[in-house]
């Protein structure tokens, strides 16, 4: 079927194509694109931070409608609503121990074009290839994905909100949830209050800690994060962030989420927790990071830990944020700001520049909730 998709070739970030899109095999399922979130992983394709194959239709948080399934797809059918997360294998040691965010073979089915078939679904009408992304491609308006790609939601609930469950929402709580684990009554500390940030700091609100503390250079976030549950917030422009913490928490955090990739914010971090502190890391960051291990890390018994998609397990825990959000426990409706399909240079540009906290993309303008 001929799709309209958002390519990226590499020399141009985004050009509308018509492309052509395979039918589903018998484990895969067509979905029709409501909303997409923008996330700053598809921002880390275009300033080639990580290399994919071009051309390549990015997008990775879609939410949308089942049009179609293959003849061996049990999980949905058509008609239902549905979110597109991350692919994983689910036969390698991390998958089978529930930890589909650290699939060995996460990067080649995330990142290097092809499903895993070894091929994609994409075409241009002269029979090219075009990569596919995340096992998605949700920056196009309809999508062939695996079955283990696809997540049933509450038809209740409005589509447009919760394609960034996807990967963005679901890397901060997920990491908070899943990796920290924190205490009722254990205080946290989220660096940087982007939609990965404030995720994390709503989820350690589900999870009973206290105090939460944000910190962010943007007095605007840090308001928005006390009205999603920061008992205390910090400019760190305005105040030393290490002292303040330290003051607020007195002896140093139990627990902390870094989401800026900025090594000087990632030490400040460490050295912020108390003795036997965890903080995880999860940003994607350019620079090294430099510190004594010994001091920094193995003195004070400090856990500095890597997380991918929150550890998560998409099936598992998206159902689990939806419930939440009907809830009124997880507004992410207060994070997003939506786009038409055509301003989604506008839509990066306003992430990158903070104005948006997570852009959506709306493509199918009929949908109502």
């Known amino acids: 079927m001929k799709i309209q998709a958002m390519v990226t070739t590499g020399v141009m970030d985004f050009e509308q194509q018509t492309l052509v899109l395979d039918e589903p095999k018998s484990d895969e399922v067509l979905v029709k694109i409501v909303a997409t979130g923008v996330c700053h992983t598809d921002a880390t394709i275009l300033d080639k931070s990580i290399p994919v194959p071009y051309p390549v239709v990015l997008g990775h948080e879609g939410s949308g409608i089942v049009e179609k399934v293959g003849g061996n797809v049990t999980t949905v059918q058509p008609g239902d609503h549905v979110v597109l997360g991350f692919t994983y294998c689910g036969h390698c040691d991390n998958c089978l121990d529930g930890n589909a965010g650290g699939c060995e073979s996460l990067l080649p089915l995330n990142f290097g074009g092809k499903n895993k078939h070894g091929e994609t679904p994409l075409h241009t009408e002269n029979d090219q290839d075009v990569s596919q992304f995340f096992g998605q491609s949700s920056f196009a308006t309809y999508a062939t994905v695996d079955e283990g790609n696809v ?128 903080i995880a890391a999860v940003a994607v960051g350019t620079r090294d990071l430099a510190l004594n291990v010994f001091t920094d890390i193995v003195g004070p018994a400090k856990t500095l830990k890597g997380v991918i998609e929150g550890d998560a397990v998409p099936q598992l825990i998206i159902p689990k944020l939806v419930q939440f959000f009907k809830n009124g426990q997880f507004p992410v409706d207060k994070l997003v700001k939506f786009y038409e399909f055509n301003q989604i240079e506008q839509a990066f540009a306003d992430s990158k520049n903070g104005s948006t906290i997570k852009p959506i993309l709306i493509l199918d303008k009929t949908y109502k909730a």
């Open 151 to 278: 997540i049933k939601v509450d038809k209740e609930i409005d589509l447009r909100y919760l394609g960034p469950l996807g990967c963005g929402i679901l890397t901060g709580s997920g990491t908070v949830l899943n990796s920290l684990t924190p205490e009722p009554g254990s205080s946290f500390v989220v660096f940087g209050t982007g939609a990965v940030g404030l995720s994390g700091m709503m989820a350690a609100k589900i999870a009973g800690c206290y105090p939460i503390i944000a910190v962010d250079i943007h007095d605007s976030r840090l308001e928005l994060a006390k009205e999603l549950g920061a008992t205390h917030t910090i400019n760190s422009k305005q105040e030393d962030v290490i002292t303040r913490i330290i003051e607020i928490t007195g002896k140093g955090a139990h627990y902390a989420l870094e989401t800026t990739g900025v090594p000087e914010v990632i030490l400040a971090g460490i050295r912020s927790l108390r003795v036997k502190g965890e």
